[in-house]
């Protein structure tokens, strides 16, 4: 049996990140929610999760601001960005700054959970 990734759940509603964990955990994934982006940001020198699901509007430090701290910054992770307000000319946006998915809520969970990436890919 493989072992299941260090996932990260930036959010700030705490009906998604509860959600998000409960679903990540079924499948066999450890989970670390993150109300803020800077929260997330400050955890990074503590432990690198392998991927990241970030909502793109947060407060203060926003999903693009992650994103853009992330590509300075020496962490490479797959980063599987979610949003509820889908805007034109977003998806290309934070595509080019590296995200591996960009998913609209509501999420579907089988496309969510096909975004992350497997143990095979490291």
């Known amino acids: 049996m493989s072992l299941g990734l260090r996932v990260a759940v930036v959010d700030d509603e705490a009906s998604v990140r509860k959600a998000l964990k409960r679903l ?16 997330f940001l400050q955890s990074l020198s503590q432990e690198i999760p ?14 693009l601001d992650v994103l853009n701290s992330l590509n300075e910054g020496r962490w490479k992770l797959v980063v599987v960005v979610i949003t509820g307000d889908d805007q ?24 969510l959970l096909a975004a992350l990436p497997s143990h095979s890919d490291y």
């Open 24 to 39: 990540l955990r079924s499948v066999g994934h450890s989970v670390e929610t993150f109300e803020t982006g800077g929260a």
């Open 88 to 111: 034109p000319g977003v998806r290309q946006r934070v595509l080019a700054l590296g995200a591996s998915a960009y998913l609209p809520k509501p999420l579907d969970e089988k496309i």
């Open 50 to 63: 392998d991927c990241v699901i970030l909502d793109l509007h947060l407060p203060g430090i926003t999903g």
